[in-house]
């Protein structure tokens, strides 16, 4: 069964850090490419990052230089290291994965990430 599934969301005060993870069966990473929207409400999703099979990276305006994705093949798993963490950075982070392949996008339930003033 092929899935995506969040971990490590929390609440933290501004300036902190937490790192996010997405865990991916019934496929490798190597034939996908991974990343993060957010959805905070009363906002529109919002993406943040991905990492595409060949290993580059790309970042929204708002995260660049405090976000970091990266992967490990041998987990199958993403990863989304947030550093100086902003209130604005408050929502429900959803990873998702674009099999090109098979023209599909898988996603995950979402963390809730809550960052205090």
């Known amino acids: 069964q092929v899935q995506v599934a969040e971990s490590g969301g929390g609440l933290v005060q501004a300036g902190g850090s937490l790192r996010l993870s997405c865990s991916a069966s019934g496929f490798t990473l190597n034939s996908a490419h991974m990343g993060w929207y957010r959805q905070a409400p009363g906002r529109q999703r919002e993406w943040v990052a991905h990492i595409i099979i060949g290993a580059s990276t790309h970042y929204a305006d708002s995260v660049k230089g405090r976000f970091t994705i990266s992967k490990d093949n041998a987990k199958n798993t993403v990863y989304l290291q947030m550093n100086s963490l902003k209130p604005e950075d408050t929502a429900v982070y959803l990873c998702?994965?674009?099999?090109?392949?098979?023209?599909?996008?898988?996603w995950g339930q979402g963390t809730q990430v809550t960052v205090s003033s």
């Open positions: 998702y994965a674009t099999v090109p392949s098979i023209a599909t996008n898988y």
